[in-house]
């Protein structure tokens, strides 16, 4: 008889995978009591590591191309399809029945290449140009508003952590996720997913651990701009927003089921895109006009 | 002290304006203003006034209101019932029509208004005229027309009003912000609770008898002046759905964690450094015109103001001595006069908060200048200053000092000046001056800051939307943008 070979779940920082520098873990149990596997217990340093590798990469994946972006998203799209039973098996050993499994893997495929194909659309759609009364072109567009801090829903275990990523980084954004605590199987291994879908190392990070614990380092990091709260606790997202003016962040909390369809929307990117609006004069000397 | 001498290119040569005073014969201004809750003047429930000044005389103009806790909290219920019974339910064509009228009656009384924003803020009455008062006016005509237009703003989703906003305002352009703010959040079927700066109340007062003027149903506005302590009320008070802030970062800070934890939305609309950068192939009298109206416009006191100038070193001596040469021809004085281009500075506090910046850029070791300009004896005035050899780590280059005082600083590269600009907590605007397109694009998607402005500076207009990034705030007021930081989105 073949003896099975367990995996090691890492974090995920920087495009590596390394273990918490504190050296800590957790055993997080599934429902019947058995263990799910040794997982990497973050400590705060983890995530100050996890916001300088996203700011590094902030730069180089803001300015890609929007048409590049699509297709690096898509490309995350059919590594995922790839994968489809890995997910499913980890899904059921934390708790799905197949079926639910199953549905849970399809609808973060077909949600992933939904923002995908959204890259390089929003900017049509959102961007404007103002009709001002003064002889100047003007037109304001969105920018991402930089290292995004993500508390994964923790309620599930894929859908909810791809949920929130990709819209994060469809607008430009790079980004650090905590991962569902109890449930954190398939954020380790959707990170080898992203690590082998061309998404530049540091653009997202993933890190497993306690909520309590970090989450005020999330809130109070002054090289963090926003901040997503998937979680469910009240007292958590009052602290987080407490927390974030020492920088102003921009705090978005989505107290939702990310399963139905209300799980996706353009507006979700708006969240966290700014408005740069840019004047320039137009020569107005001789009064001629356009005749035709 | 009305003669200002002016220097020429030719030494020989000095002549004087002749005074041309904006005449006030036709004010009737009240001895004392009410608060306006429900479509009423009321008396505040404490009986307590305090005066407003005159900054550039230091005379008394009027007294105003006290509103506390009692009085926010009767025009938040006013607010909550106008929103349940009357606003909420009408629909928007009608809605729309009222803000039209507001909009028509503020035109017909803008010479009124345009005067008293002069007497009760110092700042320049050419200000006032071309500037803050068409604007407000504008503002309230634009929004209008989006009333019953907002499914186009929002594709594919149900566009719900959020309640009962409450909304507090600055003293630097005291009409126009509170148009910034009343306008869109009437547009998108809100009620409104404003509080006017506590040194800048009167046009806002005047803005109240208009709104009464024109019909709009009782208690969709209502306008509580008072200080930090009713602004506070209004923050703090259970009922109000959003607030909507413009001011200082500092209290900016404290509104964003007094909210913590509850369902009220915000946005803020903060303080800034922004850069302006001036390349060396800019049009360099343009540019040092840029430079003027960037960092002196409506003498410092604007939160987007070209306060960190950035020239590439080539040309730094020139436009240094071309930008002294402009200063000194630059009139600082009676802001009633038309010849006025610095007038005065809003209030004691600030005056002494500027002064305190400056001794602290001499002491820091940059170099001052001041043109030679006599300034009246009585009301708070500041000639405009600039510093030369700042370094980046200064005080006076990191702060926002919310004046007439500029920092100048040299660069290289593009790079170089790309990472100075953006090194700051703040992002609100930046100016970019420079012949070339193809760096304007290039600099200008790099800077992190809401509003760029290339080859202009401090341009403003309904339809163009205005907001920061970073510690600068959050949300956008103006344009097709500034809708959503008033309503509530849902799935179709």
Not at chain 1, 50 to 71: H, I, L, P, Y
Not at chain 2, 13 to 37: C, G, M, V
Not at chain 2, 223 to 235: L, W
Not at chain 2, 462 to 485: D, I, V
Request: proline share 4%; with cysteine.
């Amino acid at each position: 008889m073949r003896l099975e070979i367990l995996k090691t779940y890492k974090l995920y920082i920087g495009g590596q995978f390394p273990r918490t520098e504190s050296g800590r873990f957790y055993t997080p149990k599934n429902k019947k009591g058995a263990p799910l596997g040794n997982m990497c217990l973050a400590s705060r340093k983890d995530v100050k590591n996890a916001v300088s590798s996203a700011r590094k990469a902030f730069g180089g994946w803001s300015e890609k191309t929007a048409f590049n972006r699509s297709q690096i998203l898509y490309r995350i799209a059919e590594m995922l399809e790839g994968r489809r039973d890995q997910f499913i098996a980890e899904l059921v050993k934390q708790g799905s029945t197949l079926k639910q499994a199953g549905e849970e893997v399809n609808l973060s495929i077909d949600r992933i290449v939904y923002y995908a194909g959204w890259c390089d659309k929003y900017l049509q759609v959102f961007s404007s140009v103002n009709p001002v009364s003064s002889s100047h072109f003007n037109f304001s567009l969105q920018e991402p508003v930089g290292v995004v801090g993500v508390i994964a829903p923790q309620d599930t275990s894929l859908i909810g952590l791809v949920s929130a990523i990709l819209p994060i980084i469809a607008g430009g954004n790079t980004c650090l996720v905590l991962a569902s605590e109890n449930i954190p199987l398939c954020s380790i291994t959707f990170a080898e997913v992203l690590n082998s879908s061309d998404v530049p190392g540091g653009v997202v990070n993933i890190l497993t651990g306690n909520e309590k614990e970090l989450i005020e380092t999330f809130a109070s990091h002054m090289d963090i701009n926003s901040v997503l709260y998937g979680g469910a606790s009240k007292e958590n997202i009052q602290l987080i927003q407490e927390l974030a003016v020492v920088n102003v962040k921009r705090v978005h909390y989505y107290p939702m089921n990310w399963s139905n369809e209300d799980g996706q929307s353009v507006y979700l990117i708006n969240d966290f895109q700014e408005i740069k609006t840019t004047w320039h004069p137009i020569e107005n000397i001789g009064g001629s006009s356009s005749v035709y | 002290m009305r003669e200002k001498k002016i220097k020429t290119t030719s030494p020989s040569l000095e002549w004087n304006y002749s005074p041309a005073l904006e005449s006030t014969s036709h004010l009737k201004l009240k001895k004392q203003y009410d608060l306006f809750i429900n479509g009423e003047f009321v008396k505040p429930s404490s009986g307590k006034y305090f005066d407003t000044i005159n900054p550039s005389n230091e005379e008394k103009l009027a007294e105003i209101a006290h509103a506390n806790e009692e009085d926010v909290d009767k025009a938040v219920k006013a607010a909550r019932k106008a929103f349940t019974e009357v606003w909420s339910v009408m629909p928007a064509k009608e809605r729309a029509k009222y803000i039209f009228r507001i909009a028509r009656i503020m035109q017909e009384r803008s010479r009124e208004l345009m005067v008293v924003e002069t007497l009760d803020a110092g700042k320049t009455i050419r200000e006032s005229r071309d500037v803050d008062v068409p604007l407000a006016c504008n503002h309230f005509f634009y929004y209008a027309g989006w009333a019953d237009k907002l499914e186009y703003a929002f594709p594919n989703r149900t566009v719900k009003s959020l309640g009962v906003v409450g909304q507090i305002i600055p003293w630097n352009f005291p009409l126009l912000m509170a148009a910034w703010k009343i306008a869109p959040a009437l547009a998108t079927g809100n009620t409104v609770v404003l509080k006017p700066a506590e040194t800048t109340p009167l046009t806002a007062m005047l803005l109240a008898e208009i709104i009464k003027e024109s019909g709009l149903p009782d208690g969709v506005v209502n306008i509580v002046t008072g200080y930090g302590d009713t602004g506070a009320a209004i923050v703090n008070h259970p009922d109000v759905n959003k607030i909507a802030f413009t001011g200082s970062t500092n209290v900016g800070k404290l509104i964003q964690k007094a909210i913590a934890g509850t369902d009220k939305k915000v946005t803020l609309e903060l303080g800034g450094k922004s850069a302006n950068i001036i390349f060396e192939d800019a049009a360099i009298d343009q540019a040092v015109e840029g430079i003027i109206n960037g960092i002196f416009f409506n003498q410092g006191h604007v939160c987007c103001a070209g306060s960190r100038l950035f020239i590439q070193e080539p040309i730094a001596d020139k436009v240094i001595k071309k930008l002294k040469e402009r200063m000194q021809t630059l009139q600082v004085g009676n802001p009633l006069d038309k010849n006025t281009d610095v007038g005065a500075i809003n209030s004691q506090e600030q005056l002494d908060t500027i002064n305190r910046y400056i001794k602290i850029g001499k002491k820091e070791g940059a170099e001052m200048f001041q043109p030679a300009c006599k300034i009246p004896e009585k009301g708070f005035y500041c000639p405009p200053t600039i510093f030369t050899n700042v370094a980046q780590s200064n005080i006076i280059a990191q702060e926002e000092i919310f004046g007439p005082v500029l920092t100048i600083q040299t660069f290289r590269t593009v790079d170089e000046v790309i990472q100075k600009a953006n090194n700051s907590p703040y992002g609100l605007a930046a100016g970019i001056w420079s012949e070339k397109g193809a760096q304007i694009f290039n600099v200008s998607s790099k800077l992190k800051a809401g509003v760029i402005w290339a080859n202009t500076y401090n341009k403003f207009d309904p339809t163009s939307p205005f907001g920061g990034y970073k510690e600068s705030g959050f949300g956008r007021e103006g344009g097709m943008h500034g809708l959503a930081s008033y309503v509530k989105l849902s799935n179709k």
